[in-house]
Every structure is written in structure tokens, then in C-alpha cells.
């Protein structure tokens, strides 16, 4: 009898998301586009936001609701922002195996401008 090996679950779907990751960047690349492929961290600025947020003991829950909502915003304002800019595709860090320009540094200064811009909106 045939004994068949148990995939770990998490194993499967790092390797479909890798999968994902690769068809994608062929597509981009076989279509002939100009676009760039370049990855950015999303986990990074998450964490470092919730840590700020958690350290803002001064903010009550309805100005810390107020404050995710546009950072959210904003966040997706700046990576779309830099992507049409750069003609990039952007694909997030975790899910690249090699290679790559890393721009969440980038997005990252222009989302700090972005939260000041619409903060000085908002007073």
C-alpha cells in the first residue's frame, strides 16, 4: 500500500502565494509591459504604526479610530501613488523569494507626508 505524505497546511500556501508571486511577475514581463517589479513590506509600517498608536495614551478611542482610518487611507493612497509614478508593479516583500528593489522606505516617507498633509486638512 501507497503512504502518502501529509503537506504542512502552512508549507501549501507559502508555496501557492510564491506561485502567485511568479505568474505574476511572467505576466507582467511576457505582456511586454513597462512596469517594474519592486516589493514593498506592509507588516513593517503596520507594526511601526501600531506601536506609535499604542504609545499615543493622550488620543481617546474615537480620535484612534479617526487616526487608523486615514492612515489606511493614506497608505493606499501612497502605494498606488507610487506605482502609477513609477510604472511598478508592486508585490509585497513576504511573498518574493529573491531579487527585487525594496521601496518600503519610499512609500513609507511619502505615507509620513501623506498623514502630516491630511492631519494639518483635518484641524
Do not use: C, W
Not at 10 to 38: P, Q
Not at 75 to 81: G, S
Request: no cysteine; proline share 2%.
Amino acid at each position: 500500500m501507497l503512504k502518502m505524505k501529509r503537506i504542512n497546511p502552512l508549507s501549501g500556501v507559502l508555496l501557492g502565494l510564491s506561485s502567485l508571486a511568479l505568474i505574476l511577475s511572467m505576466v507582467a514581463l511576457l505582456s511586454g509591459a513597462n512596469e517594474t517589479i519592486v516589493m514593498y513590506s506592509p507588516q513593517k509600517t503596520v507594526t511601526a504604526f501600531s506601536e506609535e498608536l499604542a504609545h499615543a495614551k493622550s488620543l481617546s478611542s474615537t480620535q484612534k479610530q479617526q487616526l487608523i482610518r486615514r492612515f489606511s487611507t493614506q497608505l493606499d493612497v501612497a502605494i498606488k501613488t507610487y506605482a502609477k509614478e513609477n510604472h511598478a508593479v508592486i508585490l509585497s516583500a513576504s511573498q518574493v523569494l529573491a531579487g527585487g528593489h525594496n521601496v518600503t522606505n519610499i512609500i513609507n516617507t511619502t505615507l509620513a507626508h501623506n498623514m502630516q498633509s491630511s492631519e494639518a486638512n483635518h484641524e
